[in-house]
């Protein structure tokens, strides 16, 4: 699971057009700010829940969501009803965050973006409700207490930096906004840098580092270091992701479009999100994002329409890779009784169109 792709699946292009209406944007700038600032918005808030009764009042802003909202986007976007929920959502961020720490984060988007603060304020109170309904989803479908929802974003840390651009990040850096999903990293790389008493690094004359290779019983560091990773991992990785057999698509550009890499993460956070149906109540919570992936995945397909023939070819070759994979997936759900009512036209369409993208 990925709660930054849930986020955004909620996000079509469409859905941003109406977004970027709303607020007198183009449809460009919006899309900038809707990939950055959704992954900021929930490294602030896993850095809220990591501190004492964080949590607990992250618990309770999410007890009070309206999910119904996410399958109603559509509808409010573009809308007068778009400036009212926005800025109720800039009010329970600034709840969660504080004025400053809401402040820090609008004024940083805005200059990443080079969007007004206005404008990026308002955005950021759209997409507030849109995250917190995410988490809430989340939090109701497995039951989590205050506890729960803490370990949930803290396990995702890794895919909320890895989402974050580079130059937003040094942006928030000694904000305590991303405390939790950077500062570790940071702190690790400073130390590996720095530590020479052990003979692990040292610096040569002009300020290079180079690495040492004195030994430890006749073992040279970089050995033991070695060793002791492929140990570790092979203790603590736990069990391969179903698609790690599947190799990484390279970049097959349609315009600004990186086709393979959108659709890379449009097939990884679908996989999750079909494992997630088990019956009636999971097909309903699941069916907005499911809506989300078909849409995406049908302007993935019409993009990848402007590909040159070879690229189509090895565009269809990865798609095709992941068919063994999804269609046993959709087939079970399509037989489930209590699921396939609410979610089956939705994912025909979704099997049509990963068909035609495997033929190339």
């Given at each position: 699971m990925n709660l930054v792709s849930i986020a955004l699946q909620y996000l079509a292009p469409a859905l941003v057009g109406k977004l970027a209406s709303g607020l007198g944007l183009g449809q460009g700038i919006t899309d900038k700010i809707v990939r950055?600032?959704?992954p900021v918005i929930l490294g602030a808030l896993a850095s809220k829940a990591a501190k004492p009764?964080?949590?607990r009042a992250l618990f309770d802003v999410l007890g009070k969501q309206d999910t119904g909202l996410l399958g109603r986007l559509s509808n409010v976007l573009g809308s007068p009803q778009q400036k009212t929920i926005a800025e109720q959502g800039s009010n329970v961020l600034g709840s969660l965050l504080g004025s400053t720490g809401l402040g820090s984060l609008v004024g940083a988007v805005?200059?990443?973006s080079g969007a007004s603060q206005s404008a990026t304020c308002g955005l950021i109170g759209m997409l507030a409700p849109i995250v917190l309904g995410t988490l809430s989803q989340q939090q109701k479908s497995s039951?989590?207490?205050a506890g729960g929802i803490a370990k949930l974003l803290s396990d995702q840390k890794s895919n909320i930096a890895s989402a974050i651009p580079s130059d937003l990040s040094k942006l928030l850096s000694g904000s305590g906004l991303l405390d939790a999903v950077v500062s570790k990293a940071t702190s690790t790389t400073s130390t590996t840098t720095s530590t020479t008493s052990q003979g692990t690094s040292t610096y040569a004359p002009g300020g290079s580092a180079t690495t040492s290779t004195k030994p430890f019983n006749g073992w040279p560091w970089a050995g033991l270091v070695a060793a002791?990773?492929?140990?570790?991992?092979?203790m603590f990785s736990g069990p391969p992701a179903p698609w790690s057999s599947?190799?990484?698509p390279p970049r097959l550009m349609a315009g600004s479009t990186d086709v393979a890499g959108e659709l890379d993460t449009q097939l990884k956070g679908l996989h999750g999100l079909l494992a997630s149906v088990k019956d009636k109540t999971t097909a309903e919570q699941a069916l907005?994002?499911?809506?989300a992936a078909q849409t995406t995945i049908e302007r993935l397909d019409g993009a990848a329409k402007q590909l040159p023939n070879d690229s189509k070819k090895m565009l269809g070759g990865y798609v095709a890779s992941w068919l063994p994979l999804l269609t046993p997936m959709l087939t079970s759900i399509a037989g489930n009784s209590a699921a396939a009512p609410l979610v089956k036209p939705v994912l025909d369409g979704v099997r049509g169109r990963l068909e035609s993208l495997a033929k190339g």
């Open positions: 950055a600032a959704v009764d964080g949590a805005s200059k990443f039951s989590l207490d002791a990773s492929l140990l570790w991992g092979s599947i190799p990484a907005p994002r499911l809506r």
